[in-house]
Nanobody
Framework: QLVESGGGLVKPGGSLRLSCAAS????????IGWFRQAPGKEREGVSC??????NYRDPGKGRFSVSRDRAKNMVYLQMNNLQPADTGVYYC?????????????????WGEGTLVTVSS
């Protein structure tokens, strides 16, 4: 089970750190993806984290960063310089295996999502 937290309302240019907590799943053995879904739009990938690297998709390149706390079995998404276009529900997901593959249909576990609203 994955549970996201840390969403909320932030002004343009602000920052948020999202957390993804896992229970019953050892994230060390999974590829972790962050996704988001803006109102009225399809879900899109934000990042894909393997054992030793993270690839960032276009929405967050240069502004978002992923980190792991292996001791706490958690993954974080630090988001800086947020803009209204970043508004949406953010999800973490996990896929057993390896490789930079984080398509929505490939993920094994999903959280319920956390809402991020960027507005002045």
């Amino acid at each position: 089970q994955l549970v996201e937290s840390g969403g909320g309302l932030v002004k343009p240019g602000g920052s948020l750190r999202l957390s993804c907590a896992a229970s019953g799943v050892m994230l060390d053995y999974y590829v972790i993806g962050w996704f988001r879904q803006a109102p009225g739009k399809e879900r899109e990938g934000v990042s894909c984290t393997t054992d030793d690297m993270t690839n960032y998709r276009d929405p967050g390149k240069g502004r978002f960063s992923v980190s792991r706390d292996r001791a706490k079995n958690m993954v974080y998404l630090q988001m800086n310089n947020l803009q209204p276009a970043d508004t949406g529900v953010y999800y973490c997901a996990a896929r057993a295996g390896s490789g930079d593959i984080c398509y929505s249909t490939a993920m094994d576990y999903w959280g319920e999502g956390t809402l991020v609203t960027v507005s002045s």
